[in-house]
């Protein structure tokens, strides 16, 4: 990818996407300073590029790592970044997003109202984007119950491949269904939203939730008393970040609660 990156440097549109997506591989298995660089770099390169909607997503993207990671201060900083250069569809849909994860409910819901507004009938948007950010909002606000009914309208296109500048949104209404159903401790139907997540590695790729749906499907495993298959996947997330920087957030959650099955 390194060598990818050198070869487009000429081309500030590809040069964007490869840095782009070496940072999602980057964040993927936990090395978050590395995908930090990485993304910064995107973000200047489509500067440079007078593409305001490539720097913002490159910039959410960012966010939603540090989100899912634990890192709610930085992901809020990424946020107001993004925001800064653009207001597209999948700007601020992704902006929400992060923000859904990263405790920042009511100014997710504000800018999931403008989406709305703005974009009624676009398809990612009401069947993707928009269940997906209530539904997490719904969780921060302790009523798992009212996520899942947010997320039934996704369920026949959740499988879909979404289409997006770079981000693509897939199979975010599924991570989150299954974080709903661990909040209302049904761990058999979380580990079935979490296993859906490993079983399609080629519509999820590279997405920081398919490193962390292998942790979420140890907690739904652990929920379910079953602890030879919880830490069976414990170890699998924990192999997958072995070269982790050892100071993220969930990392040290999962490690905590895979030392304390028996």
């Excluded at 800064?84 to 849909?93: H, R, V």
């Excluded at 030879?228 to 996947?233: R, V």
């Amino acid at each position: 990818m390194a060598k990818q990156v050198r070869r487009e440097a000429g081309d500030p549109s590809n040069e964007n996407l490869l840095l782009y997506f070496d940072a999602g591989t980057s964040a993927y298995t936990g090395q978050l300073r590395r995908a930090r660089e990485l993304y910064r770099e995107a973000v200047e390169v489509a500067k440079r590029a007078e593409q305001p909607d490539r720097a913002a997503v490159s910039e959410d993207t960012a966010a939603l790592c540090e989100a899912l990671s634990g890192n709610a201060q930085h992901a809020h900083q990424h946020v107001a970044g993004a925001l800064a250069f653009s207001n597209a569809k999948d700007a601020e849909s992704l902006a929400a997003l992060a923000l859904a994860f990263a405790d920042g409910s009511s100014r997710a819901e504000s800018l999931a109202a403008d989406i709305q507004k703005r974009f009624p009938e676009d398809t990612i948007v009401k069947f993707n984007y928009l269940p997906a950010i209530r539904a997490r909002v719904a969780i921060n606000r302790s009523n798992p119950v009212a996520a899942i009914q947010e997320l039934q309208a996704a369920l026949p296109y959740e499988l879909a491949l979404a289409a997006g500048i770079t981000f693509t949104a897939n199979l975010y209404p599924v991570y989150v269904r299954g974080e709903a159903y661990l909040a209302k401790h049904q761990g058999s139907e979380a580990a079935a939203e979490f296993q859906k997540i490993l079983d399609h590695p080629g519509v999820v790729l590279n997405e920081p939730i398919a490193a962390l749906a292998h942790l979420q499907l140890a907690r739904a495993y652990a929920m379910q008393g079953d602890s030879t298959k919880a830490k069976a996947a414990y170890q699998d997330f924990l192999t997958l970040w072995k070269d982790a920087d050892p100071d993220i957030p969930i990392l040290k959650q999962g490690k905590a609660e895979n030392a304390k099955l028996k």
